[in-house]
T-cell receptor
């Protein structure tokens, strides 16, 4: 149980275009989802916290107008990289916690990531 | 968040036990110690977590020092599938849900 699915698993786009990445919780509902970015040979860096029905909370240094996050339902959050540039090429990973378990030390469930290459 | 120190890398042979250490000397009294691992080209997966007592599950065991300033993740019999980056993450418990802060982790190599 507690499966998080990301789509697409990889995408190549041209500089200046926008790319949307979907994160779905398949067998549970998630009030909160998290978006991470990972550059090669580096650790995961939290980009933003996505809250269902409200605005996302971005970490310091992450441009909210460039990385648009929408959490329209309890099972879907999307990250749109707008006007992508080669430096946005990275591994984007989402995660979620089962709704109702936010007050406990329950684990985060991660998607398998989306590898974005901007040419 | 409490800072952690982990070895950059460790090696093991298949079917041997592996002890992955983590120092978290600034951990607060309410921080749980979480371990996640990340296989190549995948998202992280939860391994285990604990507060004070040692913990066991089907994946691993977690040994927590009495002063809680360090912990050790134990893989009892390493397999090739256990080759991954292992992250030790102190995280507040109780009502503080949410984000995990990942350090550099330990790259575990398992030799056949």
């Amino acid at each position: 149980g507690a499966v998080v699915s990301q789509h697409p698993s990889w995408v190549i786009c041209k500089s200046g275009t926008s790319v949307k990445i979907e994160c779905r919780s398949l067998d549970f509902q998630a009030t909160t989802m998290f978006w991470y970015r990972q550059f090669p040979k580096q650790s995961l860096m939290l980009m933003a916290t996505s809250n269902e029905g409200s605005k996302a909370t971005y970490e310091q240094g992450v441009e909210k107008d460039k990385f648009l996050i929408n959490h329209a339902s309890l099972t879907l959050s999307t990250l749109t990289v707008t006007s992508a540039h080669p430096e946005d090429s990275s591994f984007y990973i989402c995660s979620a916690r089962v709704q109702g378990q936010e007050t406990y030390n329950s684990p985060l469930h991660f998607g398998n990531g989306t590898r974005l290459t901007v040419t | 968040d409490a800072k952690t120190t982990q070895p950059n890398s460790m090696e093991s042979n298949e079917e041997e036990p592996v002890h992955l250490p983590c120092n978290h000397s600034t951990i607060s009294g309410t921080d749980y110690i979480h371990w996640y691992r990340q296989l190549p080209s995948q998202g992280p997966e939860y391994v285990i977590h604990g507060l004070t007592s040692n913990v066991n599950n089907r994946m691993a065991s977690l040994a927590i020092a009495e002063d809680r300033k360090s912990s050790t993740l134990i893989l009892h019999r390493a397999t090739l599938r256990d080759a991954a980056v292992y992250y030790c993450i102190p995280k507040a418990g109780g009502t503080s849900y949410g984000k995990l802060t990942f350090g550099q982790g330990t790259i575990l190599t398992v030799h056949p």
